[in-house]
């Protein structure tokens, strides 16, 4: 897109242009290396199509459209009958269909709910990734219908009902019966009032009936209300359980869900995330009764993991247009990418980016290798929540140095940063806040035991004679997964020390070093920019970063 260089009579200077009609696959070196590294060269062509598809300006405009123009809850109609729908812009519609026709809700399954072949994962995140640099309030009724498939598996009746309307890569948006509909959507409903992290707290009550359970309380937070049906979690006879609550009943009637109002959130604004009680609300019980968290969490696995991926998208994002702008931006006769502190930063920025995207996609290799290799499927285990706990918790401070690096241009809305600023946090905060992440990988360490020490072993090799491994290497080995109280210390260095072999995986050997050299080792640069790089790995790292 050309900018006017003429503007009420003078000449309109030194603004970079639009960064839109860019290939989000093409221009993004490090993806590409990662995704190839990771079983997915085969899938080049088509990222580049899906790339420049959604790289264009009309995806971007609709993206700003859909965060716009946010839903509104309808509760009741003009004579007092209830509604519960909640109506979004055209634009959100526009890209749940784009998302589902790309299979971001389904490609990672069979038909009977088994794994798909790999790369499936990898393919699939690389999609997700750049869609998340576009318009990620979407992303999330996507990520739980993909999701959600491996709490169903547990019940076959349901999987041979539903899985075609899983399957199909049709987004049908009408308030109609699931058995009615071209595709679904599924939803999850965990938190309550008390506490989202304790869910075991919860006080929703399932009573059996004919044909299923009538579910009666309430959720605190329910995200993207217009799903066709959700995971919820209640209280039945034997305990915690799991249970499919259809937005209709089995006889065609609207069901007990009745939406109280809808959350008036920092970002994430273009999604709709519901306080809604459930009004004698019929369900079907998924997994045996008292095993609902054991029965959720193999979809809260599979969420955790697309929450990184996304951030990964996020940061991305920031970076392009932090380096785009730069490299028109002139300051003091230069362009900013020449200032050689800008340069600095921009390269550190690149570093982190560079890192994030290697590591979620060695982590998306490992979902595809689970099923056929024990030791992928620990380090999928182990390793979920401790790449969900780092990457989402870069992203925010991340997309603000991105931010700076345009100043005045980046602080304002029109622009694409300050609704990747607002965005970040909440990956870090749903689907397992940062110190439940920290938990879980101390309670997946304790139960992997052996299996967990071959982990190390492995990380060992992959990140060998890199600067700092063995140190990390021999923290992470002599942890005693009991002490919850440095936990944080832990994961972060599992992470880096994750961080650091998937590099060496992926990306050029200098890239490798530079990151173990300025993260792994101990020293001073809590900013961007503050880490001593060399000029050789400065300049590579912003060539990768975005084509000239
Ligand atoms: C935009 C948005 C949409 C959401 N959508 C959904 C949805 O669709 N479905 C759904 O079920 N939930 C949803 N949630 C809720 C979200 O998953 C919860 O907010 C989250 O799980 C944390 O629960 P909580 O807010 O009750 O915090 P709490 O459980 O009160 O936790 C508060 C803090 O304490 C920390 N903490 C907890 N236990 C420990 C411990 N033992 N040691 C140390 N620290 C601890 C946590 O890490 C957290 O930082 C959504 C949240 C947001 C913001």
């Known amino acids: 897109m050309a900018t006017p260089s003429r503007f009420e009579g003078y000449d309109l200077l030194n603004q970079s242009p639009p960064y839109v009609d860019v290939d989000l696959y093409g221009s993004d070196a490090p993806l590409q290396a990662a995704v190839a590294a990771n079983g997915g060269a085969g899938e080049a062509a088509e990222l580049s199509v899906f790339g420049r598809h959604w790289g264009s300006a009309e995806m971007f405009d609709l993206a700003r459209q859909a965060n716009e123009n946010v839903p509104k809850l309808k509760t009741f109609d003009a004579k007092g009958f209830r509604r519960d729908e909640v109506e979004f812009h055209p634009a959100y519609h526009r890209f749940m269909a784009e998302s589902i026709a790309a299979g971001l809700a389904s490609s990672t399954w069979r038909d009977d709910a088994t794994p798909a072949a790999p790369p499936a994962q990898v393919a699939r995140a690389a999609r997700f990734y750049i869609a998340a640099q576009v318009e990620t309030g979407h ?172 951030s990964a998208g996020i940061m991305r994002m920031g970076l392009a247009q932090a380096v785009h702008h730069a490299r028109h931006r002139t300051v003091f006769q230069k362009h900013l990418a020449d200032q050689p502190m800008m340069r600095s930063v921009l390269a550190d920025l690149a570093l982190e980016a560079e890192a994030a995207v290697a590591l979620v996609m060695r982590l998306c290799r490992a979902f595809d290798l689970a099923a056929s290799d024990p030791l992928e499927a620990v380090y999928a285990r182990v390793l979920t929540p401790a790449v969900k706990y780092w990457v989402c918790k870069t992203a925010p401070a991340f997309i603000y140095e991105a931010m700076e690096c345009l100043s005045g241009n980046g602080y304002v809305e029109e622009s694409v940063l300050p609704r990747l600023y607002r965005e970040a946090p909440v990956n870090a905060i749903w689907e397992g806040s940062g110190n439940v992440m920290c938990l879980d990988v101390l309670r997946a360490l304790a139960h992997e035991g052996d299996a967990a020490r071959a982990l190390f072993d492995r990380l060992a090799v992959d990140a060998q004679d890199l600067p700092g491994a063995a140190d990390l290497v021999a923290f992470v080995r002599s942890f005693d997964p009991r002490a919850e109280d440095d936990a944080r210390g832990l994961v972060e260095r599992l992470a880096l020390l994750a961080a650091a072999a998937a590099l060496r995986g992926s990306a050029p050997a200098p890239v490798a070093e530079a990151f173990a050299r300025e993260r792994l080792t101990a020293g001073v640069g809590i900013t961007y920019g503050s880490r001593p790089l060399v000029p050789t790995e400065r300049e590579q790292l912003i060539a990768r970063a975005l084509p000239a």
């Open 139 to 310: 992303l999330c009724p996507v990520t739980m219908t993909r999701a959600a498939v491996a709490a169903l598996a547990a019940e076959p009746t349901l999987v041979a009902k539903l899985m075609p309307k899983i399957m199909s890569r049709h987004y049908d948006a009408r308030f109609r019966p699931w058995w009615e509909k071209t595709g679904i959507t599924l939803g999850m409903g965990m938190t309550e009032k008390q506490g989202g992290t304790d869910v075991r707290t919860n006080t929703t009550r399932a009573a059996m009936a004919s044909e299923g359970y009538i579910i009666t309380g309430h959720k605190w937070f329910m995200s993207a209300p217009m799903c066709d049906a959700f995971l919820v979690l209640a209280q039945a006879p034997g305990g915690l359980s799991c249970f499919l609550m259809p937005r209709f009943r089995p006889d065609g009637s609207v069901n007990g869900l009745q939406f109280q109002r809808l959350k008036d959130k920092l970002g994430n604004r273009s999604n709709a995330s519901s306080e809604v009680e459930f009004a004698d609300a019929f369900a079907w019980r998924v997994g045996e009764e008292g095993r609902g968290v054991r029965t959720i969490i193999n979809m809260v696995q599979l969420t955790r993991l697309d929450c990184a991926i996304a």
